[in-house]
């Protein structure tokens, strides 16, 4: 982590959960971090806790469903702190709306789980590219719903946006790949996480699902954040998917790397590499 001390990292979604998980983490490793939300006292909370870190936590506040907020996010940036060198996509969104009943609520979440992930990746990637800045990294948060489907609930438009987290990560990679960039991607797939995007599937089923499933936590996540940020820039790490699991029963913080596999050919988890590459790191408990 040292090379990305005094760097400048942007966190969406960084009021609670996950996302202020990750900027405590980037600040307490000595990086200028900027935190995103619509909960802007939230954010400035954090950074009144951190003030004896050897980084800063900058509150910006912005709705992520928002071009407009995001564009004038990244212009404080550019004004106060040069630019971005990284980006972590933390926002999101869930829904109980089912696919048959499907309105609003399902829209928002398109709005911030893919438009304002998009739009962030753009303005992240402009920044970069205005300040000469070949070796950046952008980190999408995203879930392994956003890779298999569970038997067990229903299938919501949440899935749907995971899903397309999952390609846009992989289509990315493709288009730095042909730029010649250096900019890593990485996609983090955790499983059920104890945070506030459970309040959208009300108290009684929130509970029930805390007490019935052993869960990640957010500290957990930016742990994982943390690892692949400290991964040497020549270094690829392409794996950590398993499809088997049949629900979401996950916790106890289990990174595997299972190998990964295409047309025929094993990729060892670690290669030296000068492209862009896709990092995928997924989170299963112990249930088998």
Not at 104 to 110: E, F, K, T
Not at 129 to 138: A, L, S, T
Not at 186 to 192: A, C, H, Q
Request: net charge positive; glycine share 10%.
């Amino acid at each position: 982590m040292e090379r990305w001390s005094g760097k400048v990292a942007l966190v969406t979604g960084a009021s609670s959960g996950i996302g202020a998980a990750i900027a405590q983490e980037l600040v307490r490793h000595g990086l200028k971090v900027v935190g995103l939300a619509r909960r802007v006292e939230r954010v400035e909370e954090l950074a009144a806790g951190l003030k004896s870190a050897p980084g800063k936590l900058y509150a910006v506040k912005a709705d992520i469903s928002k071009e407009e907020d995001i564009i004038a996010a990244f212009d404080w940036i550019k004004k106060n702190l040069g630019g971005v060198d990284i980006l972590v996509n933390n926002a999101g969104l869930g829904t109980t709306e089912v696919l048959s009943n499907i309105g609003d609520a399902s829209w928002r979440v398109l709005d911030v789980n893919v438009k304002g992930l998009c739009i962030s990746t753009r303005e992240a990637l402009k920044s970069m590219k205005e300040r000469g800045v070949n070796d950046g990294h952008i980190i999408h948060i995203n879930s392994v719903l956003g890779h298999s489907l569970p038997s067990t609930m229903p299938v919501s438009i949440y899935h749907a946006s995971k899903y397309a987290v999952t390609v846009l990560t992989e289509g990315l990679r493709r288009e730095l790949v042909q730029l010649g960039s250096k900019t890593k991607i990485t996609s983090v797939s955790p499983g059920l996480v104890e945070t506030e995007i459970a309040d959208a599937l009300g108290p009684e089923i929130k509970e029930r699902i805390y007490a019935n499933n052993p869960c990640l936590q957010a500290k957990d996540i930016a742990d994982a954040v943390i690892y692949t940020l400290g991964t040497p820039p020549h270094v690829q790490r392409r794996g950590g998917e398993n499809h088997a699991q049949p629900s979401m029963a996950t916790g106890s913080f289990v990174k595997r790397c299972f190998p990964w596999r295409r047309g025929g050919e094993n990729h060892s988890q670690y290669s030296m590499a000068t492209d862009p590459f896709v990092e995928r790191i997924s989170f299963f408990n112990d249930v088998m």
